[in-house]
C-alpha cells in the first residue's frame, strides 16, 4: 500500500501567520507551487491556515489590499496524516474539492503538501486509487 508520507518529495513552503498576501504570492512564485502554508508565530511546525493561488487570485479579483494580511483569505487546514493511504489524500481532495492537503505526523507537526498532480502521474499510484475499496457511506 503507497502512504501519504511516501510521495512527499518538495518541501513545504510555509510562512508565518502574519504574512501578507504578496508575501504568499512571491513565494509560490518563486517555488512554483499552488498552496502556502501559514504556520503558528511560535511554533513553525503547527499549520495554522492555507492560501492557495486561487485565493491570491479572489484577493486580487476582489481588489484587496496585498500588503495586507494574508490570513484575511486564508483558510483551516484539512489535513491528512503520513501514514495515511493515498486513497485518503483523493478523498479528501474530492470531498472538500480541492487541489491540495496538508500532511502532518501524529504529533500534528507540518511534514509535507500533497497536491491533486502528484496522484495523478505514477501508475502504481493510479491503479491503487482504482482498485481502492470505496469508502464506507454513513
Ligand atoms: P486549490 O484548488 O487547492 O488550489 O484551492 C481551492 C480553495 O481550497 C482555496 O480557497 C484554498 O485555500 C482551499 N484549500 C486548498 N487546499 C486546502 C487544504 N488542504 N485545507 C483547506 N483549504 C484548502
Excluded at 501524529?106 to 493510479?126: M, N, P, Q, T, Y
Amino acid at each position: 500500500m503507497i502512504r501519504v508520507g511516501d510521495l512527499l518529495r518538495r518541501p513545504v513552503v510555509a510562512l508565518p501567520e502574519t504574512a501578507t498576501i504578496r508575501e504568499v504570492a512571491v513565494e509560490l512564485v518563486k517555488n512554483r507551487v499552488g498552496l502556502a502554508v501559514l504556520t503558528a508565530k511560535d511554533n513553525q511546525k503547527r499549520p495554522v491556515a492555507v492560501v492557495s493561488e486561487r485565493d491570491v487570485l479572489r484577493a486580487v479579483a476582489e481588489r484587496r489590499d496585498l500588503d495586507g494580511p494574508a490570513m484575511a483569505v486564508a483558510n483551516r487546514p484539512i489535513t491528512v496524516f503520513d501514514t495515511d493511504p493515498v486513497r485518503v489524500a483523493a478523498e479528501k481532495m474530492r470531498q472538500h474539492n480541492i487541489r491540495h492537503v496538508v500532511v502532518v505526523n501524529k504529533d500534528g507537526e507540518l511534514v509535507g503538501v500533497l497536491s491533486v498532480r502528484d496522484l495523478c502521474f505514477e501508475r502504481a499510484i493510479l491503479f491503487e486509487l482504482a482498485t481502492a475499496e470505496a469508502p464506507a457511506t454513513p
